[in-house]
């Protein structure tokens, strides 16, 4: 008999419900159409809950997670004022030490892209850096924030980027700031560079955060995978969206040895909350590659299929592929592209 897994499901804030109600149509026609059985267990978690509660990420979500073999998350709102509770995603991936964030980027049939052929992960280092949170006012209108970069993190990121890597196309490029980071980002590139001597069949170079932007933009179709620390990892990923045609497409997977939350890359966007207007495909793409973490690659590569099917077709557009079709539009060609493969 199949294993049921249980899913935690996090709505989030803003355009949330919607993108997550979408891939969930898409995993019940996963569902419908294989022996693949998930039980969703539904969890409140984000900026709306912080009002009644007095946090983001209450103790019963946690307890909720902590039942799971996955998380599927929608986005959140996260505010930014001094001393306002931290991003609840942030939490979530330090709490299940979530230390890989894993986020695929490629060209898709019938989205304009900057080039043809780009097919790239950047693996982001998702538990130190400037994401530690540790932020002092030490004088008036004097800030300090600690960029905390570990060696121990380091060679862990690595060793998955190139494990990922040699799946791939076995080229890695490993992206810092050393010429003026040199104590942080040297031991961040100590640790890729030691990493490297396990995988030698995997080529690596490197580039400056500043060179590696510019390059995204230049040469996207070059790389293959991208390690790099938190921030730069952060702003690398959303460039790498735009540049293959739209944030709406863009998923991210959160890894750490005994647990996955899964993700769109994009944030809650606020001004087209509850229009059924925005793009899904993001969010189902977060639920394929949990599919695939949870190992079951069948059930994965229906999505994939599915998806790439109805771009192709480009008869179903959201308003950000230059059509006019609603979410639900989206996510039901979708779900029965999958019900018909
Ligand atoms: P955003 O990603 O929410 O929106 C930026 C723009 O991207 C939107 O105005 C819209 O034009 C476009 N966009 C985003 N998602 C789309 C979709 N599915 N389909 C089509 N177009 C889409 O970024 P923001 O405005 O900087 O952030 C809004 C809030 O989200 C902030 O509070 C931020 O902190 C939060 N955020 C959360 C996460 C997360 O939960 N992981 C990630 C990023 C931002």
Redesign the pocket.
């Known amino acids: 008999m199949s294993k049921t897994y249980k899913i935690a499901m996090l709505k989030?804030?803003?355009?949330?419900p919607e993108?997550t109600d979408a891939a969930i149509t898409v995993l019940q026609a996963v569902q419908d159409t294989s022996d693949l059985k998930l039980k969703f267990l539904y969890g409140e978690a984000?900026?709306h809950c912080i009002a009644e509660q007095g946090t983001n990420l209450s103790d019963e979500t946690i307890a909720l997670l902590k039942r799971t073999d996955a998380c599927l998350?929608?986005?959140?709102?996260?505010?930014?004022e001094p001393g306002a509770p931290v991003?609840?995603?942030v939490k979530i991936r330090k709490m299940f030490n979530l230390y890989a964030n894993v986020r695929p980027c490629r060209t898709y049939p019938n989205v304009p892209a900057l080039k043809p052929d780009i097919d790239l992960v950047v693996v982001r280092e998702n538990t130190e850096g400037l994401y530690s949170g540790v932020e002092y006012e030490v004088a008036p209108g004097v800030g300090v924030a600690l960029r905390i970069i570990t060696k121990e993190a380091s060679t862990r990121i690595a060793d998955f980027a190139f494990k990922l890597a040699e799946k791939r196309r076995k080229h890695l490029t490993y992206v810092h700031k050393g010429n003026i980071l040199r104590i942080t980002d040297g031991i961040f590139k100590d640790a890729v560079k030691a990493a490297s001597k396990k995988h030698p069949d995997v080529t690596i170079d490197e580039l400056h955060i500043d060179a590696a932007t510019m390059q995204l933009i230049k040469k996207p179709e070059t790389f293959d995978v991208i390690v790099t620390t938190n921030l730069f990892g952060d702003i690398l990923s959303?460039e790498a969206a735009q540049v293959t045609g739209?944030?709406?497409l863009a998923a991210?997977a959160n890894i750490g040895e005994t647990y996955g939350m899964f993700?769109?890359?994009?944030?809650?966007?606020?001004?087209?909350t509850g229009q059924n207007?925005?793009?899904?495909?993001?969010?189902i793409l977060a639920a394929q590659m949990m599919l695939d973490y949870l190992g079951e690659k069948d059930a994965a590569a229906k999505i994939e299929s599915a998806v790439l099917k109805v771009l192709s077709e480009g008869k179903v557009r959201?308003?950000?592929l230059g059509g006019s079709s609603t979410?639900s539009e989206m996510s039901g060609a979708i779900a029965a592209q999958v019900r018909s493969l």
């Open positions: 989030g804030d803003g355009i949330g993108v984000g900026f998350k929608g986005p959140m709102t996260t505010p930014e991003s609840a995603a959303d739209s944030l709406g991210g993700e769109p890359v994009h944030g809650s966007a606020p001004k087209y207007k925005v793009n899904p495909i993001a969010t959201t308003a950000d979410t």
